[in-house]
């Protein structure tokens, strides 16, 4: 059986990850108690409905009920047949004041703290810390719309998945903010910048003219040779640990061109390799004009 605990901030997109998890599937329940799940395994374990996939959303709104919430996920774990993950959505505290506001909502906890909407995602933060340590895959969903929330869970869930490692490659922009969803970030500003070539500016990493100069220079051949060693040093490392997901992020000034380029060729080198590979450009159609 696969179990898929979600949780994570309220507003960070949970409703719309359940959404999709029902969509490919997963018979979904949101805001179980905590208390309830392993019970409500067990009943699903012995039903004629043959449910082997399932999600459930368990956050702050079950109150005192969600400090059970790791004692539950405890019990599952030592159950043989039951491959149990946790997947945390969040996003920065500036996302979610915004979406609030946006939609008018009130936060879960916004009786507690007399609506002060600071306060009560700082707590939240605190209550769902060690969640967040545990959490077998992770998504910051600050600068995802929901249809690129969709296509993300859907990649992770979407086919049967065996017990390797998935890496996601991305690339983001620097001037957009540093991507907080990385295991490993590496800055490529050090290297020459496509953009001051006018010919070159209007295309990205994705297209052969820009990887082409990138990687035209010494420096960008050798510092992409020391990354390639150094991941392929750390895979195995991180498999051995049980990660079922490692975010690798590149970054340059404006996310379009040597963070991609580099994002593009790291992809190609471990797909090659036969890992399971996401590729996602946060930032490369930013500032476009269309």
């Known amino acids: 059986m696969q179990l898929l605990i979600v949780t994570g901030m309220s507003g960070s997109g949970k409703s719309c990850v359940m959404d999709v998890m029902e969509d490919i599937g997963y018979y979904c329940i949101d805001n179980i108690p905590p208390k309830l799940i392993p019970r409500f395994v067990d009943l699903c374990r012995h039903s004629d409905s043959s449910l082997n996939n399932i999600a459930v959303a368990v956050d702050i709104r079950s109150g005192d009920m969600f400090d059970e919430i790791i004692h539950s996920w405890q019990i599952l774990k030592t159950e043989p047949d039951i491959d149990v993950k946790v997947l945390y959505i969040e996003a920065s505290d500036e996302v979610l004041i915004k979406r609030y506001k946006e939609t008018r909502r009130k936060h879960p906890l916004d ?18 810390a060690q969640l967040r340590e545990i959490a077998d895959y992770y998504i910051e969903t600050s600068n995802l ?18 017990d390797s490692l998935t890496i996601k490659i991305m690339s983001f922009g620097f001037k957009y903010g540093v991507s907080t969803e990385s295991d490993l ?18 295309h990205t990493g994705c297209d052969e003219c820009v990887r082409d100069y990138v990687m035209s220079f010494e420096q960008s051949k050798e510092l992409f040779g020391k990354l390639r060693d150094l991941i392929d040093f750390l895979i195995p490392l991180y498999i051995n640990e049980g990660k079922s997901q490692l975010v690798i992020a590149f970054g340059c000034t404006g996310g379009k061109h040597r963070s991609v380029t580099f994002a593009e060729l790291m992809a190609k080198y471990l ?20």
């Open 111 to 128: 009786e507690k703290f007399n609506g002060n909407l600071h306060q009560a995602i700082k707590h939240e933060w605190e209550q769902l």
């Open 145 to 162: 719309s929901s249809n690129q929330l969709k296509e993300q869970v859907k990649e992770l869930f979407l086919e049967k998945r065996s």
């Open 185 to 202: 970030v590496f800055d490529v500003r050090c290297l020459p910048n496509p953009f001051y070539i006018e010919t070159l500016r209007p």
């Open 271 to 290: 797909g090659d390799k036969d890992y399971k590979i996401q590729r996602y450009h946060r930032d490369i159609t930013k500032d476009r004009k269309f």
